[in-house]
Each structure stands twice: as C-alpha cells, then as structure tokens.
C-alpha cells in the first residue's frame, strides 16, 4: 500500500511540474518587424504573411509586432508584399524562434521594400561648353549655363546604364570637338547625385580673331558724326 501512495505522489508532482512548461511552450513568439524604403523611410502598408496567411500590415513607422507560433529554434519565413513601385525582399525574411525573458523587449527584424525608381541628379562640368542642350533619349532635360555647367534630374531604375548627350551642333558656327559627345554612367542603388565631366575644345578655325589696329580706326572713322 505504502509503495502505491509513493508513486502516485511521484506521477502527480509530475504533472504539476510538467504543466507550467506545457503552458509556457504554448506562448507565441513575439517579434518587431520593421520595414523601411531608400534612406530608412519607414515603408508603410507592407503585407506580412506567414505560411501564406496574411498577418497584417506595418504602420505608419513601417512597424509591425508578430506573435509566431512554434517550437524555440524553429525557423519561420516571413514574406512581405510591398506597395505598388517598390521591390520585396529576394527571399523570405527568415526568423528564428527564441525565448527570452519576459521583461525582455522583443527582437527587432529589419527588411527593406527597394524603390524600383531613383532620382538621380546629373552635375555636369564642362570645358567651352557654354548654353549647350543637355539630352536624353533625343529629348532636352536642361540646358548648361555661361560656364559650361548644368544640373538635371533624371529617373532611372537602379542600376540601368544612362546615356547622356551634349548638342554642341546647337552653337554653331562655332565649332566643339568631340561633337555631340555622350556622357554615360550607371544609375545608382540609391537616391544621388553624379558628377559629370567633358573637355571641349574650340576649333581655331571657329575662334574669333581679334580685330587689328586699321579695322579699329576704320570703326572709329565710321562713328564720327558727319559735318555739313
């Protein structure tokens, strides 16, 4: 009899044991994840789904709690749909369940919705080239002012080659070389700006020659006011 009151003790302090466990493993998981844009703008209205059901959207901050399910050490993909003009995530956010302390602040993910368009400003330097057409794709985006120089904006999605052009045929009869060159680059990752340089030479036969000595004269003579 003795034997039997002892193990039955033993059973029930062991699911008195095993039941605030069971419990505690039962909690959810608890996470922040935090989407931003170009520049760590927060990106809002993100859909967050998790085994393929939506879980809500981030905020204004570009925030979103979660409270994942599952067994600590478990990983769990998280797929964002961004708004309209940006790009998620090549592959799922990956987030590894973890218990921390309840006092603890949840673990913070960070994952970015990439802008599909850049602005981009093209700063452009040049030698001799005064009040030349700035173009691209056949179309004048701005014009370089007395000193050769221009600013223009551009849209370009990252990493898309830009080709743009200087009309040097717009100032004739003077004559630029190279004629109409070409100023390449390649759009950044990134909101930026890019500095532009093209060296222009003035060809001799276009320069104009100083006047000599006998054509001031003979200006000079021609502005006198004639006598009567």
Known sequence: VIVVVVASAIALCAACTEAPVAAL???????????SSARDVPA??????????EIGTTD????????????EGDPIDVALTCPLGFDPPASPLLVTLMRFPPTAAAPVYE?????????????????????LPV??????????????????????????????????????????????????????????????????????SSRRAPPTSAQLLSAATAMRPMRL
Do not use: Y
């Not at 809002?44 to 059901?53: E, S």
């Not at 919705?113 to 602005?119: A, D, G, L, V």
């Open 135 to 204: 173009t691209l794709h056949g179309q004048t985006l701005g014009w370089t002012d007395a000193t050769g120089a221009a600013l223009v904006m551009i849209a370009a999605k990252p990493g898309e080659r830009i080709e743009l052009g200087l009309d040097t045929d717009a100032v004739k009869p003077l004559v630029l070389h190279p004629r109409n060159p070409t100023l390449a680059f390649v759009a950044p990752l990134h909101d930026d700006v890019v500095v532009l340089e093209q060296k222009l030479t003035l060809e001799a």
């Open 44 to 53: 809002t209205q993100v859909v967050v789904r998790v085994g393929g059901v």
């Open 25 to 35: 493993d039962a909690r959810p998981f608890d996470v922040v994840l935090r989407v």
């Open 111 to 131: 994952a970015r919705c990439t802008p599909q368009i850049r602005h981009i400003v093209a700063a452009i330097r040049t030698d001799h080239g005064a009040r």
């Open 60 to 71: 204004g901050s570009g925030a979103l709690p979660l409270h994942l399910k599952g067994k």
